[in-house]
């Protein structure tokens, strides 16, 4: 799935399911909160954090991936909602990175191996 056929799926999901959109500081308000839960499993699976419940880290990685499409879906919503194509935004962010970053990561020493 392409990022514009995400933005049409959403919106229709949205607009038929969803029956409409939250108003975009209650879409901010969600996005944060799935970031957290983004931020929970991973502090738990690659940080020092552990699980309360021992059985949770073996359906973790599951479970990140799904908050991680949960976010994903309330920016697509907070995307169609004010107006942004997400293709064009990533190419343009992209591009503004390879013309900033071309020189600055390669000469990086704490990224070298």
Known sequence: MTLAEAQQTVDTWIKTIGIRYYDELTNTAI????VGEVARYMSRLYG????KNP???TTAHADMADEMAD???VLICLANQTG????DALQKNLDKKTKRDAARHAGNEKLKE
């Open 48 to 51: 020092e954090q552990s699980f």
């Open 55 to 57: 059985e949770q880290a």
């Open 71 to 73: 976010v994903l879906f």
């Open 31 to 34: 996005l944060m909160e799935e």
């Open 84 to 87: 942004v194509d997400l293709t």
